[in-house]
């Protein structure tokens, strides 16, 4: 049995086909009215499908049991089996990724041609990577593609359309496949998982669907990944050693503060998320992702172009941020970041090009603040609450936890559970990390709680979640506590579990 999932779960009808409608439609109804090409050119991205059509294509028209006016296999009949088996002489893979070289596309498919099909009525060569072949090679298919056999169909499928000759694609019905969308990775994903018998948050085929970038079959990559973590049930908790996590939101606060033009609060942000492991790169994309929004909110109101998913509850904050720019505010903007996030390769210090970044738009934007900025940063500041950037938060916390040390440990103990259940309600992710943690002690007006993982102390160190524990150690004790998670390897852990 093939290994991985896009192998062993590829579609064997149409009907399994992720997307790609109008290709779809399009070939079923050719193979129903036996209308069919010589030579199809599938071109689009990678992992959208292109290889996986051309194979249900082949299998279609080479069905013994076909449906008359259908255009779906049966895949119960000899053919459709040896094809499934991959061990059909009628339906042959070439990789021209590696089989680059004239002589091979002369004895191979020059040769295969001219014998007459086998059992079924068409043999299909499906070329991948077709851009790859040689000059010479296109040479010799243009020959067959001149003058072919009743019983040749050709299949090429590229990434790079205007690599191949436009001799060739002139001889092609041309098939253009999309990336596809989150949603629908998403759907499929879950399907997968179902199957697979394994039980996953949606959080976490939804950050797969986004990061897969339209690609599904790295998307099915991603999951089989997620799931060789060996987990019954996953959370994003334990999906984070595997996707990286989103930092669209830290984005979103990065980009507030460059607005109010928060220089210093704005580059200890940055410098947070390098000591907290965030990739620059990633960090950076997510900056233009999130300006990209702001843009397309302020210009067309197109929030509908990003999934739900993606957005969330970032959905109210985009629109209103975006209410305080200028559309030219916002093209300086991504210009800036863009051109600096093309220099974190050679930059001596990681975070660098993006301090640049934002340095550079702090000063233009409290150079050029505009009359309807001002309103809402003042209106922001009288009728919200601080954002939560590392330095408020702190402060905040710190000033509120000032009494905690009179507390009791054995109180807390009794009472752990209640925190657990408050945090619970305002952040469900951040309870799945507090789960294996325990309460260790109180000392200098933190409580200590011991964590077995360093990724868990990290997501407790996190400004917004400070906050949601200040908050629950507030409601259950009428004062919050500041916490501070240590890592479990001491030995007063292992005590404090006995
Ligand atoms: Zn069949």
């Known amino acids: 049995m093939p290994s991985s999932l896009y192998q062993r779960y590829r579609p064997k009808k149409w009907a399994d086909l992720a997307d790609q409608t109008h290709v779809k439609v399009t070939l079923q109804h050719e193979i129903e009215r036996g209308q069919i090409a010589h030579a199809y050119l599938f071109v689009g991205p990678r992992g959208v499908g292109k290889t996986t059509t051309a194979r249900l294509f082949a299998k279609a028209i080479n069905c013994e049991k076909r449906e008359k006016k259908s255009g779906e296999p049966c895949n119960s009949c000899p053919s459709c089996e040896r094809i499934d088996a991959q061990q059909s002489f009628d339906l042959i893979e070439i990789d021209a990724a590696s089989h680059t070289g004239v002589d091979h596309v002369r004895e191979y ?43 040749v169909i050709f299949i090429l499928a590229t990434t790079e359309a205007h690599k191949v000759p436009a001799t060739i694609i002139s001889r092609c019905q041309r098939f253009d496949f999309k990336r596809i969308s989150p949603d629908i990775i998403r759907e499929r994903l879950r399907i997968l998982a179902d199957k697979e018998k394994v039980a996953v948050d949606d959080e ?45 939101g830290d984005a979103a606060e990065l980009i507030a503060l460059c607005l109010r033009g928060a220089t210093p609060e704005a580059i200890a942000l ?19 992702v999130w300006l990209r929004m702001l843009l397309l909110a302020k210009v067309a109101t197109q929030l509908d172009l990003f999934s739900q998913q993606t957005i969330g509850e970032l959905r109210t904050k985009a629109i209103d941020q975006a209410s305080g720019t200028s559309v030219e505010q916002l093209q300086r903007m991504i210009d800036v970041f863009v051109t600096r996030r093309g220099m974190i390769g050679q930059a001596p210090i990681e975070q660098l090009p993006c301090e640049l970044a934002v340095v550079e738009v702090c000063s233009s934007s409290s150079a050029t603040k505009d009359e309807p ?70 000392s200098d007006g933190k409580l200590e709680i011991g964590v077995s993982y360093p990724f868990h102390q990290d997501r407790i160190r996190e400004a917004k979640n400070r906050l949601v524990l200040a908050e629950a150690t507030k409601h259950v004790f009428g004062q919050p506590l500041r916490v501070e998670a240590v890592l479990n390897e001491s030995e007063k852990f292992a005590g404090s579990v006995s």
Do not use: C
Request: proline residues 3%; charged residues 30%; negative net charge.
């Open 270 to 288: 940055v410098n947070d998320k390098v000591l907290n492991g965030i990739e620059m790169s990633n960090f950076m994309t997510d900056i233009v």
């Open 373 to 442: 900025k001002k309103e809402k940063t003042k209106d922001d500041d009288d009728n919200k609450p601080a954002p939560a950037t590392d330095k408020k938060s702190d402060a905040k916390v710190e000033k509120e936890s000032k009494a905690s040390s009179t507390f009791q440990m054995d109180e807390v103990k009794t009472r752990w559970q209640e925190v657990l259940d408050k945090v619970k309600e305002l952040n469900r992710s951040l309870s799945y990390v507090l789960a294996t943690a325990l309460p260790l002690g109180i």
């Open 204 to 248: 976490v085929l939804s950050a797969i669907a986004e990061h897969a970038e339209g690609s599904l079959r790295d998307a099915e990559g991603t999951l089989g990944q997620v799931f060789s973590l060996g987990t019954k049930k996953l959370t994003m908790e334990e999906a984070s050693l595997v996707i990286p996590r989103s930092t669209l």
């Open 109 to 151: 498919i020059l040769s295969a041609a001219e014998v007459q099909a086998g059992h079924g009525q068409y043999r299909v060569f499906i070329i991948d990577e077709a851009h790859m072949l040689s000059v010479a090679a296109f040479n010799a298919m243009l020959k067959i593609l001149e003058e072919p056999p009743a019983h």
